[in-house]
């Protein structure tokens, strides 16, 4: 296997009169999956062959000394660092929208975040098992009150009427999701339809977050899971795409210790990422601030947080 790195999320921030309109519908939530009994659910060729690939890829990153589970207390950053890291990790994004959809582009942006409670719903694909199944509510109903508690925003677990909808899926069950999609987000282009049934393989997750035209504030998010997934690798999708569903959309080379940065070191969140989530929350700061007008701000936050404030 190449040992090359991997692109493990997207974080497709769409924005503008495009997307204004472009809400999971309230009233209606689309009713979770009825658990299947019967016994196991036998995977079909092309699932049994991802859980293969990523269970080698997994293996492998270990192997490498990668997907550190520690919160990286031993790498030592400066005001100055985090300040840098969060400009590029909040106020630039990873894609930018093209005709076709999503295309890999690192491109200014602003400043976003939810305003409102974030209610987070989980819908598995009938193959996955019951266990599995339980084992990632609970993880992720956990971590959801870590970010909340971070954050000092209301984070909370709603299956009845979620605003940022986790899909758990199989290869085939993600391919077959787009009249979901279309019903639930139905200004998204085909093309971004297609980014998600269509996911290559060396995507391990992605999440939207949208948007109310150019107020930078998140109204809805939609992020997809593989179901093939080994343990590690499901754990580090789960803390990526809920931190970037916050606002937290690009990644970084230079960012160490952090979970935003493609060199797959770390697999669960960071010191350094929990206190850029606690400046991305600071009343201070406001969605839809430029990166200009958000930098001094910053800058006061980060030596606040790091203690060399002087």
Partial sequence: ??????????ALVP?????AACELPAARPPAPPVPIASGPVVPTPASAAA????????????????????PGSDIPFTDRILAENFMRIALYDEYRRGSGGFVREETESRLRRWEGPVRIGVRFGASVPLDRQATDRARIASFAARLSAVTGHPISIDDANPNFLIQIVSEDEREALGPR?????????????????????TTYCLVYALSEGNSGAYTRAFAVIRAEHPDLLRLSCIH?????????????????????NDDEEF??????????LRMLYSPELRPGMSPAEALPIVESLARRLTGDDS
């Fill in 1 to 10: 296997m190449p040992q090359s790195r991997i692109l493990r999320t997207l």
């Fill in 267 to 276: 697999a669960l969140l960071t010191d350094q990422d929990e206190l850029m």
């Fill in 240 to 260: 990526e795409e809920l931190t970037q569903g916050l606002g937290l959309p690009n990644d970084s080379p230079r960012a160490r210790p952090s979970i935003f």
């Fill in 15 to 19: 924005a503008g009169l495009a997307l």
């Fill in 51 to 70: 859980a293969s690939y990523y269970q080698q890829v997994q293996q492998s990153l270990l192997a490498q000394g990668l997907l550190r589970t520690d």
């Fill in 181 to 201: 999609i279309r019903a639930l987000l139905p200004n998204l282009s085909p093309g971004d339809v297609a980014g998600i049934t269509a996911m290559p393989r």
